[in-house]
């Protein structure tokens, strides 16, 4: 088939056909211009919101020219897959400060590897209609904007949080792209004429309205002002992209959560329409859903690799994840048992993480030593995380 006999609006409707039977929850397609959306990505590196996430600043302005990144790119197929998996447990686990809460999109099995597939057999489908066409799929793995595509292509607007929200699915998905040099007819819908409007208006046409809620339930305050994000105060990031220490002043804020939060996402009133995710990888396993810390925390560096092999949680490594359990210990109600397993760790543990127990046994001795009265001023810091819970069994009860 010749480039000129090619009829890409029935192509584009193939390729919406082809995303369904892919497993894809929703499928858009937009153009490649995000200048738009550059002054804000410089302001955040000026700022050092990225943390020591060096890529970020290496890449520089890359990641909004996506025909720098992959030369002869003029669309993006931009796809979402839903991964809520079922009975999430969300207030039940966060109630509980001897269980350990890991952000559910990381309580199966990693996500890349399963929609990089899909992306690049939807781009073989794609190939056997197109005499000459070149793609590459994206999952995380380079530096692309994917919240600003994913807006343009309709799939969603990007919320206060930062996270891509949509009115009919919350924000439960994974994003993935495939930069393809065909030009498809783009996606028109509410969301993508929105995004066109936010540009030419130069200020946010989406449905956040005046809702603050994600920026008030953040525990680190790490939303400094809508759709900003300070990486270097958010839990997800110092628990799974940070192999630095933890900052101190941030440990106590940190509650349970013992790999990534998701706060900023339970509280948004959008996500009472998250659809449950229909891919079994995306289920819990090995009980992550829910298992104690001292369980948890007496894994050997063998164990965690075999027992969590094709998971996400693997690669931040074995010391970032003794690492964030020491310190969700040292935030737990005091136990003799909780003391002794942090006291018998020390023996083999190396730098980083000796520090953290040290400050976990620090704040056990702390609490066996407190008064009723500063029982009860303890308990008033982790009010943020009781509305939440309300929040939650109110609102989500299906997931509390």
């Known amino acids: 088939m010749t480039e000129t006999s090619i009829n890409y609006q029935e192509l584009a409707d193939n390729i919406k056909c082809w995303g369904e039977e892919l497993g894809f929850s929703q499928l858009g397609i ?23 996430m060096d890529y970020m600043e290496r890449h520089g ?4 020219r996506p025909e720098e990144l992959v030369p002869g790119t003029v669309r993006v197929i931009s796809v979402r897959l839903d991964y809520l998996p079922q009975n999430a447990k969300f207030a039940r686990i966060l109630n509980d400060k001897n269980k350990a809460y890991i952000s559910r999109y990381a309580l199966g099995r990693d996500y890349h590897k399963l929609m990089r597939k899909r992306l690049q057999q939807l781009g073989q489908k794609i190939a056997q ?3 000459q066409f070149n793609c590459r799929p994206f999952v995380d793995s380079a530096p692309v904007l994917e919240r600003p595509l994913a807006e343009k292509a309709g799939l969603g607007w990007t919320g206060k949080h930062t996270l891509l929200i949509n009115k009919a699915a919350g924000s439960w998905f994974f994003l993935g792209e495939l930069f393809v040099d065909i030009p498809l007819p783009i996606t028109h819908n509410e969301y993508s004429d929105n995004a066109l409007n936010s540009i030419v ?4 046409v989406n449905d956040c309205g005046t809702c603050v809620a994600c920026i008030k339930i953040c525990p680190t305050k790490a939303i ?38 998701d706060d900023c996402q339970l509280i948004c009133p959008w996500n009472k329409f998250a659809k449950l995710s229909v891919v079994d990888d995306f289920q819990a396993r090995n009980q992550l859903d829910d298992v104690g810390l001292l369980e948890l925390f007496s894994w050997t560096e063998e164990y965690f690799l075999n027992t969590l092999q094709g998971s996400p949680i693997r690669r931040i490594g074995f010391q970032s994840w003794q690492r964030n359990i020491a310190v969700a210990l040292g935030n737990a109600p005091y136990s003799s048992d909780i003391t002794t397993a942090l006291e018998q760790a020390l023996n083999s543990a190396n730098e980083l993480v000796a520090e953290h127990i040290h400050w976990a046994l620090a704040q056990q001795q702390e609490k ?19 509305r ?12 509390a």
């Open 61 to 64: 302005m890359m990641r909004a």
């Open 30 to 52: 937009c153009d490649i211009d995000l200048k738009a959306h550059e002054a804000a990505l410089k302001r955040w590196l000026a700022n050092n919101y990225h943390g020591n």
């Open 129 to 131: 209609h197109c005499e």
């Open 388 to 399: 939440l819970v309300r929040s939650i069994e109110k609102g989500l009860t299906r997931d």
């Open 201 to 204: 208006l130069d200020e946010k």
């Open 368 to 386: 066996q030593q407190l008064t009723v009265t500063n029982a009860e001023t303890t308990q008033k810091n982790h009010r943020l995380t009781m």
């Open 224 to 261: 400094v002002e809508p759709y900003v994000v300070d990486a270097r105060r958010c839990i997800s990031y110092f628990t799974i992209e940070s192999p630095d220490p933890i900052p101190v002043e941030l440990r106590p804020l940190m509650g349970n959560r013992i790999y990534g939060c």
